[in-house]
């Protein structure tokens, strides 16, 4: 079994499309081989060697995903996303301490700035429009001395990422070619991914659901992957038009947006039928799944993932097996359990969901703490904490009732904000609902919900409460709703629950 990234991609025959893009040619797989040999050449003519860490600043598209793709063969991966700001750049790029940025040949920003400033090497990478998509061409700064050849090895580290750092200091996640790899099979083998599937890719590649789920698992089963330029729901359908994938995997706000358009789109969606569609990343509201299902007349599949899983660790089966709503589905790669949330031990019943398989980083880096926290032996295997409390049913799903940090604390009374969150997105005028905790001076949290209303509902803070009021109890019941255009989300796409109260200007009393 392929261990490593370049032997994921080895055994698919030269002339399969692999990369595409709008208005290009596609790129085959033995193009994109040759591409990887002559990236390996530059980066050590630029002594980069197999073990230095490359950072990467590009925007989405199809040579951030080859620049990945690529540069994980031969060297460490940390893809940054080009959003940051200086300050940003400074803190992440000292942190991975990375030899090389990767940055498009005209970057003048701060990402360049920062990384002049930290003493490292530019590499510049320039495109041919007329060449297919995702080739390009490296272009050192400076004069280096020539780094040894070597490739990088299954226990060598292919990719580091960070974590959100949502409460506290954003911790480094490496992850092995062996954990690329691992996981990219376990997805191939979850959506039975062949050479004749293709995904839309609309997930930024500087995370790890697109990179994992999108690019690598595609490109471990010889299949194509046709990448978008970013997210945009007004382009969507022009690129499923021209791409016509056979699915596409995404996060539930840009599925919400995708749906918004749907209705005047009916003739693309009939013409270009889907085998499923893929949510990850957030939990996928049970309604969302229900009219994603009816709207594309394929099953939706919902999966459960975070970085330090190198992306998957749960997801709704194919059919003949059944999605259930409200569900990440059952064990897809790693084994799937449930730990007492304070002693290191496995439990029945409702607990923090943990995990442990070849997909699972080795440890944060250079954070003892963290890593005494989250790992723990128990019945023979290595267990990570992921942070969610869950449980297991019968059958095997897994259903989640929310991060450990984000479960609501009233006076004593735990409350799942995804509970909430479900109760509230039954109500015919809302569109998007997140539930969190607002601070209260007397029960220490009180609960509160961000909502945005369908085009052309209306409902007012009461009415809302109101609604929610017949199905919860008492002191389940948003005190306080707040009716926005927008929730504000992150960088890839979710809804932050953690620090919206403090956004929104809802402090004690409010």
């Not at 193009?31 to 002559?38: N, P, Q, V």
């Not at 940055?103 to 495109?127: N, Q, W």
């Not at 061409?137 to 060598?156: C, I, K, N, S, V």
């Not at 092995?176 to 995904?199: F, G, H, P, T, V």
Request: aromatic share 6%; glycine share 8%.
């Amino acid at each position: 079994m392929a261990a490593t990234l370049a032997a994921l991609i080895a055994p698919h025959d030269a002339a399969l499309p692999a990369i595409g893009a709008p208005g290009r040619d596609w790129l085959t797989y033995g193009g994109l081989r040759e591409l990887a040999g002559r990236v390996t050449a530059s980066l050590r003519a630029a002594g980069i060697g197999a073990t230095d860490r490359v950072a990467i600043v590009l925007p989405n598209g199809p040579e951030m995903a080859t620049a990945f793709v690529t540069l994980a063969q031969a060297a460490v991966t940390a893809p940054l996303n080009p959003a940051y700001r200086l300050e940003e750049y400074r803190f992440y790029l000292d942190d991975l301490k990375a030899k090389a940025l990767v940055v498009m040949a005209d970057e003048s920003g701060p990402a360049v700035e920062a990384a002049t400033a930290c003493g490292m090497k530019i590499l510049r990478l320039s495109v041919d429009p007329a060449l297919p998509a995702g080739i390009f061409a490296l272009h050192p700064e400076g004069e280096a001395a020539p780094a040894p050849d070597g490739t990088p090895e299954a226990g060598d580290t292919a990719l580091i990422l960070h974590t959100s750092g949502t409460t506290s200091r954003p911790k480094i996640v490496p992850l092995l070619q062996s954990n690329l790899a691992a996981s990219a099979l376990n997805i191939r083998a979850a959506l039975a991914l062949s050479r004749d599937d293709r995904c839309l890719n609309v997930m930024p590649l500087f995370h790890i659901h697109g990179l994992i789920a999108a690019v690598s698992a595609s490109l471990a089963a010889g299949a194509s992957v046709w990448c978008a330029p970013g997210f945009d729901a007004l382009r969507f359908f022009g690129w499923m038009k021209e791409a016509r994938p056979s699915w596409y995997t995404a996060v539930p706000t840009m599925h919400q947006a995708i749906l918004s358009r749907a209705p005047r789109n009916a003739d693309v969606i009939a013409d270009t039928p889907l085998r499923f569609l893929r949510s990850s990343s957030a939990s996928l509201p049970a309604q969302v799944m229900r009219a994603l299902s009816e709207t594309f007349a394929a099953p939706v599949i919902e999966a459960y993932g975070m970085t330090e899983a190198t992306h998957q660790m749960t997801s709704n089966p194919l059919p003949p097996r059944s999605q259930i709503p409200g569900s990440v589905g059952i064990t897809a790669g790693p084994m799937v359990r449930t730990a007492h949330e304070a002693e290191d031990r496995l439990i029945e019943g409702t607990g923090e969901v943990v995990i442990s398989g070849a997909n699972v980083t080795p440890g944060y880096e250079g954070n003892p703490d963290a890593n005494a926290k989250s790992f723990f032996l128990a019945e023979g295997h290595r267990w990570f904490r992921t942070g969610d409390q869950g449980a297991i049913d019968a059958e095997g799903y897994l259903h989640l009732t929310g991060r450990l940090k984000e479960i609501i604390n009233r006076g004593g009374e735990k409350i799942s904000p995804l509970e909430v969150d479900g109760v509230l997105m039954d109500h015919p005028a809302i569109a998007q609902v997140v539930t969190f905790a607002m601070p209260h001076p007397k029960l220490g949290e009180e609960v509160a919900a961000a909502v945005v209303l369908a085009e052309g509902q209306s409902a007012t803070d009461r009415e809302i409460r109101d609604f929610a009021a017949t199905r919860l109890a008492d002191f389940k019941v948003p005190r306080k709703v707040v009716l926005l255009d927008e929730i504000p989300k992150g960088a890839t796409g979710k809804m932050q629950r953690i620090g919206l109260a403090e956004k929104l200007g809802l402090g004690p009393g409010a």
